[in-house]
């Protein structure tokens, strides 16, 4: 077993052992492996998984879990390539990303409904994210705010909120974070799914980044547990510290999706 092997394994089984605790005190669970795959993982400076020739594979465990005070979510997930994070990462074949993501439900704290009209219930939030890039002075950040739940036709699950962001290179920010889960869309008797993941924050020096992550995911046979399809993301602020301008994004990946 090579380094990069051992530290990705050790992470994710790091990751599933902390969550196989907190989700016996848990109303539901649901923990996904996903793993992804890519040729268009050009560098870039800020967010640090982009490869020397492009190619990248990640490997992502990701666990969502409700209980008495609102509900958790855990992000997992490391990237694996030649010199990850280049050209600002030398030598790095792995390089990763944690993040926890509690909310404390005012419905659920309160035995009061806050439910109006299109919102189903209001929440504290906070993020905190951690990562191995840049080789020094690793990225982290603290997110508070609040965050509505929202009754949508054709979604499991709509969250949307703003929160006070600060990380180690930009201070007393912003960021407005939402997470869209759709039902499952029947076409042609297949079900498929659609989720995305929306960051936008402010920068003082990056100016407004974007970060959108979307997946459309079809159930192989039929199955929830087993979905398969791509994982398509965007990504752009100012100021490139790898050229002028600014720097943009996209990049698919092939993604496989097993529900535990």
């Known amino acids: 077993m090579n380094l990069s092997t051992a530290k990705r394994g050790a992470m994710l089984l790091a990751a599933m052992a902390l969550m196989s605790g907190v989700a016996s005190a848990e109303d539901f669970s649901v923990n996904n492996l996903n793993y992804l795959v890519t040729n268009q993982a050009k560098p870039d400076g800020i967010y640090g998984y982009g490869t020397e020739n492009e190619h990248l594979q990640t490997f992502q465990f990701e666990h969502f879990g409700g209980n008495s005070w609102g509900d958790l979510y855990v ?14 990462s030398q030598s790095n074949d792995t390089q990763s990303l944690f993040v926890l993501n509690p909310r404390l439900s005012l419905s659920k704290i309160t035995g009061h ?7 189903s219930d209001v929440a504290l939030i906070a993020r905190w994210e951690r990562g ?31 929160l ?47 970060f959108e992550r979307g997946d459309l995911l079809w159930e192989i046979g039929g199955k929830s547990a087993y979905q398969l399809g791509l994982r398509l993301e965007y990504a752009r602020y100012q100021n490139n510290p790898l050229a002028s301008g600014t720097y943009k994004r996209f990049m698919p990946q092939l993604m496989f999706k097993y529900t535990l």
Request: hydrophobic share 35%.
């Open 132 to 162: 191995s890039y840049p080789d020094t002075d690793h990225f982290h950040s603290q997110n508070y705010g609040v965050s509505f739940n929202f009754n949508v036709a054709g979604f499991d699950y709509f969250e949307s909120g703003i």
């Open 75 to 88: 992000d997992a997930e490391v990237y694996d390539g030649k010199n990850v994070g280049t050209p600002f």
């Open 164 to 210: 006070y962001r600060d990380t180690n290179f930009d201070k007393n920010t912003w960021l407005w974070r939402s997470v869209l889960l759709s039902k499952p869309l029947l076409v042609g008797g297949q079900k498929f799914h659609f989720n995305l993941l929306s960051l936008i924050n402010g920068s003082t020096n990056n100016g407004t980044e974007v």
């Open 113 to 119: 409904s806050f439910s109006v009209g299109p919102v």
